[in-house]
Nanobody, 125 residues
Framework: QVQLVESGGGLVQAGGSLRLSCAASGRTFSNDPMGWFRQVPGKEREFVAAISGWSISTSYADSVTGRFTISRDNAKNTVYLQMNSLKPEDTAVYYC??????????????????WGQGTQVTVSS
């Protein structure tokens, strides 16, 4: 059974940093795209960042470009999201996602095959 387990969320002041981790188990995702999404109450879950298999390419939402960095460690079957210069509008539940095959461009809300349970990130002003 595939599981994605996020960690690293918490409360931080505006301008601060957090690093989210997502550890996968049940299968390896070395060749597969993985990503991060976030959701606030009353809104649809939105794309944040994605990384292709073997870290060949990355993609970011405009709202986080230049502040967030996605990376992966295939030896640990883990993907990370380094979040710097955090803003109150980054407050959300952050979800890790993985897709069986495909390119980074197919990592989307409806394209992902596996989801983590989410971790809360709260940025105070």
């Amino acid at each position: 059974q595939v599981q994605l387990v996020e960690s690293g969320g918490g409360l931080v002041q505006a301008g601060g940093s957090l690093r989210l981790s997502c550890a996968a188990s049940g299968r390896t995702f070395s060749n597969d795209p993985m990503g991060w999404f976030r959701q606030v109450p009353g809104k649809e879950r939105e794309f944040v960042a994605a990384i292709s298999g073997w870290s060949i390419s990355t993609s970011y939402a405009d709202s986080v470009t230049g502040r967030f960095t996605i990376s992966r460690d295939n030896a640990k079957n883990t993907v990370y999201l380094q979040m710097n210069s955090l803003k109150p509008e980054d407050t959300a539940v952050y979800y890790c996602a993985a897709k069986s095959g495909g390119t980074i461009g197919t990592m989307s809300l409806r394209g992902a095959n596996y989801w983590g349970q989410g971790t809360q990130v709260t940025v105070s002003s």
